[in-house]
C-alpha cells in the first residue's frame, strides 16, 4: 500500500510564498513521475508542475517563474515552492506519482488528499 500525504497549504496574503511538500510512503521500489496538480471551486483539476526521476520539470504556463518543482529522493518527498503567489493560485494542491511498487510488482497512480491555499487579495 502506498500513501502520499501533502502538508504545507495555507491562508497567504497576494505576493507572499508558501511551500508544499508530499511524502510518500509504503512499498515503493522506484518514482518515475512526480507532479502537483490543484483544483480550484468549479473548476475542472489541472496540472501544475511536473518532475521525471531524471529531474526533467514541467511547468504550466500560469505558473512558470513564480513556482519550483522539487524533489528528495532518499527523504521521498516531492516539494512545490510557490512564489509571488495571486488569488488564482487560490485551490486545492494534490501530490501525484507514478511509480513502481515492490509488491505487486506494477506501476501504479496514485494521489494524496490534497492541501487547500487559499491567496487573498
Known amino acids: 500500500q502506498v500513501q502520499l500525504v501533502e502538508s504545507g497549504g495555507g491562508l497567504v496574503q497576494a505576493g507572499g510564498s508558501l511551500r508544499l511538500s508530499c511524502v510518500a510512503s509504503?512499498?515503493?521500489?522506484?518514482?518515475?513521475?512526480m507532479g502537483w496538480h490543484r483544483q480550484a471551486p468549479g473548476k475542472q483539476r489541472e496540472l501544475v508542475a511536473t518532475?521525471?526521476?531524471?529531474?526533467?520539470?514541467n511547468y504550466a504556463d500560469s505558473v512558470k517563474g513564480r513556482f519550483t518543482i522539487s524533489r528528495d529522493n532518499a527523504e521521498n518527498t516531492l516539494y512545490l515552492q510557490m512564489s509571488s503567489l495571486k488569488p488564482e493560485d487560490t485551490a486545492v494542491y494534490y501530490c501525484?506519482?507514478?511509480?513502481?511498487?515492490?509488491?505487486?510488482?506494477?506501476?501504479?497512480?496514485?494521489w494524496g488528499q490534497g492541501t487547500q491555499v487559499t491567496v487573498s487579495s
Open positions: 501525484n506519482a507514478l511509480l513502481i511498487t515492490v509488491l505487486p510488482a506494477r506501476t501504479s497512480d496514485y
Open positions: 509504503g512499498s515503493i521500489r522506484r518514482f518515475n513521475v
Open positions: 518532475i521525471t526521476s531524471g529531474g526533467n520539470t
